[in-house]
């Protein structure tokens, strides 16, 4: 008991009290500029917080990540299957499956040909009239 008699209350007391009150002295006088410097180490820290964050996302690969790497690894690639082979020296010699014909004359092309205006020309006026209208009408 003696160590604690011994010990001034008094005085620790009176040292907490004055501490209090120019602490409040100084909240009062200067507020606004303790409220900025408050909210800047308090975006400070958060900041940090992110970047922590960050930084330890990044080291620890996501499984989506090695699916990928392994994936999209590099390959070997043989050297024949980048350039295409060399062509052949020579030509293959023309070869001809039948006879080539002569031209068609006039007595060749007689059984297959009308002439529309021999006809009846009215008629094909008509049919070449409803053909371009339809022609027509399926344009949009």
Excluded at 11 to 29: E, P
Excluded at 107 to 128: A, C, G, K, N, S
Excluded at 130 to 137: A, G, P, Q, R
């Amino acid at each position: 008991m003696a160590l604690w008699s011994m010990i001034p209350w008094v005085k620790i007391r009176s040292a907490m009290q004055t501490l209090r009150t120019s602490v409040v002295d100084a909240l009062q006088t200067r507020r606004n500029l303790v409220l900025l410097l408050g909210g800047l180490a308090l975006l400070l820290i958060c900041l940090m917080g992110v970047f922590i964050l960050i930084e330890h996302n990044a080291k620890i690969p996501s499984t989506f990540s090695r699916t990928l790497s392994n994936d999209f690894k590099p390959l070997s690639i043989a050297p024949e299957d980048l350039f295409l082979p060399d062509e052949p020296d020579f030509l293959p010699e023309v070869l001809l499956n039948r006879e080539p014909r002569n031209p068609w004359n006039l007595e060749d092309v007689r059984p297959f040909w009308t002439d529309p205006w021999q006809d009846d020309p009215e008629r094909w006026r008509e049919r070449i009239k409803v053909t371009i209208d339809e022609f027509l009408e399926g344009v949009p």
